[in-house]
């Protein structure tokens, strides 16, 4: 198990069909492996493993790939940290928090899970919002975001703003939501895109 990284307890018991569950809580205690969530496993070796917290956050909970204001300040566009790796799925909206770090995952409809590639970091392939969509994303999850003066709270910086505003504008017409189209269309003026 060690090669997959993250791996599930019905992995292992597809693999070894007679193996005693309570060895997971032991080796846990033990330090042998790390707990990521109910059912889910990794080893302390990856902790130092560039990009392992973004192959986490993509397999404790599938489908789904990183967006939002993780996906914001990994392109540069919010100047503050971040400490969770925020993600969006098709499942209930969740959050776990192991020893890699915190996870918290909105639920969107499956037909909007789009608008992400397919990513490298070392060996591990992650799902990662393209900036456009993480923008999106953003403003359909959280429509508090309504007006000039909360957009421009929000302090994108403006030289990482490097939208393709054909996409962004393709994108948000596959949502069919008038309210999201005219926030998205108020971020484009306040951040003359």
């Keep these: 198990m060690f090669d997959l990284g993250c791996f599930s307890n019905n992995q292992v018991f597809s693999w070894k069909s007679g193996f005693e569950r309570a060895n997971f809580v032991r ?6 492996i790390i707990k990521l969530r109910n059912g889910f496993y990794s080893f302390p070796e990856y902790f130092k493993v560039t990009g392992f917290d973004f192959y986490i956050a993509n397999s404790i909970y ?4 990183i967006s939002l204001h993780y996906a914001l300040h ?4 919010i100047p503050e940290g971040v ?4 993600s969006v799925s098709s499942l209930k909206t969740s959050h776990f928090e192991n020893k890699f770090g915190t996870f918290t995952y909105q639920t969107m409809r499956p037909g909007l899970l789009f608008g992400y590639e397919e990513r490298h970091f070392g060996k ?19 429509p508090f975001y309504n007006s000039e003066v909360e957009i421009e709270e ?9 939208v393709d505003t054909d996409i962004m504008l393709k994108y948000v017409e596959k949502f069919k939501n008038k309210a999201l189209e ?10 003359d895109l």
């Design 74 to 77: 990994y392109y540069g566009i």
């Design 62 to 65: 599938s489908p789904s790939y």
């Design 27 to 32: 080796w846990a205690k033990k330090g042998y």
């Design 154 to 162: 929000l302090r994108f910086d403006r030289d990482m703003l490097n």
């Design 83 to 86: 400490s969770q790796i925020t």
């Design 182 to 191: 005219k926030r998205i269309n108020l971020v484009l003026k306040v951040y």
């Design 124 to 142: 591990w392939t992650i799902k990662f919002a393209v900036l456009e969509k993480a923008i999106i994303d953003l403003f359909y999850l959280y």
